[in-house]
């Protein structure tokens, strides 16, 4: 069974920096495209930033574009996130998931089976 656990939320002052890990126990994480999504209090779940397996094709959200940057460690079953010049509107929960073809991560998100807890990230202003 796949299990997805996130880490390195927190709190942090607008135009500050994070990392985000996500840790995948699943046997296919070097086939599977994997992805970043948040969710803000009252907002829906957006799209924030996904990869391919092998690290070769990134994609980003307009909001995020430039700031956020996507990676990928296939030896240690991790997908990164890391985030800079942070601003108030980037606070939100934020999930990792995969799928096997990234066109699902890139499009509607209900059709994403495995998500991990969260993480939470806070930027004061």
């Known amino acids: 069974q796949v299990q997805l656990v996130e880490s390195g939320g927190g709190v942090v002052q607008a135009g500050g920096s994070l990392r985000l890990s996500c840790a995948d126990s699943?046997?296919?994480?070097?086939?599977?495209?994997m992805g970043w999504f948040r969710q803000a209090p009252g907002k829906e779940r957006e799209f924030v930033a996904a990869?391919?397996?092998?690290?070769?094709?990134?994609y980003y959200a307009d909001a995020v574009k430039g700031r956020f940057t996507i990676s990928r460690h296939n030896a240690k079953n991790t997908v990164y996130l890391q985030m800079n010049s942070l601003k108030p509107e980037d606070t939100a929960v934020y999930y990792c998931t995969l799928d096997a073809d990234i066109a699902t991560i890139r499009g509607n998100p209900t059709y994403l089976e495995v998500w991990g807890q969260g993480t939470l990230v806070t930027v004061s202003s």
């Open positions: 699943g046997r296919t994480f070097s086939t599977d495209a």
């Open positions: 990869i391919n397996w092998s690290g070769s094709d990134t």
